[in-house]
């Protein structure tokens, strides 16, 4: 599992877990309290302040790590070298992202245009069902050229094929 579908797991359940107790607490204390009306609504208030406030700091995580790419990749991407790669092999680990995109294992050829010989790669990534990319299909990718483990999929060109 790549480090962003991590990312996403960990935030989304710490959230949960934390309103999940925030709400039992709150439940305990309007039960201790009379039953004057004025402690359930005060009970209320703070629980949907308190739930306002995770559901908007999940939120700006999942909008802020929207990109796909941990920091990692983020970097490759910035200061890597950029060049094509050819699809050799793909797949399924077993993991589904929202019940349709599966993440897949590809083993591929990357081909630096005069920076040297080529060399193959295994990359992770969460595949598109629409823009499936296809054994012997060009992606472009990026590489840390100091660890050619490090290969980043920056984007992919359905239809573009090496015959």
């Known amino acids: 599992m790549n480090q962003y579908v991590k990312n996403i797991f960990t935030v989304v359940f710490g959230n949960l877990l934390f309103a999940a107790v ?18 359930i609504f005060t009970g209320i208030g703070i629980f949907l302040a308190i739930l306002f406030v ?14 796909g790419y941990s920091k990692k990749e983020q970097r490759i991407i910035e200061t890597g070298t950029r060049a094509d790669a050819e699809i050799k092999n793909i797949q ?59 290969v980043v999929l920056i984007k992919q060109t359905p239809g573009k094929s090496r015959s």
């Open 22 to 39: 925030l709400a039992g607490g709150l439940v305990w204390w309007i039960l201790q309290k009379p039953t004057d009306l004025t402690w």
């Open 54 to 67: 995770v559901v908007f700091s999940t939120v700006m995580f999942l909008r802020k790590n929207m990109n």
């Open 92 to 150: 399924e680990t077993g993991v589904v992202v929202n019940h349709i995109h599966p993440l897949v294992k590809m083993t591929i050829l990357v081909n630096p245009s005069g920076m040297g010989d080529s060399f193959e790669a295994q990359i992770e990534t969460i595949m598109s069902l629409v823009q499936a990319p296809r054994r012997g299909d060009i992606v472009q990718v990026a590489y840390d050229p100091s660890d050619k483990n490090n």
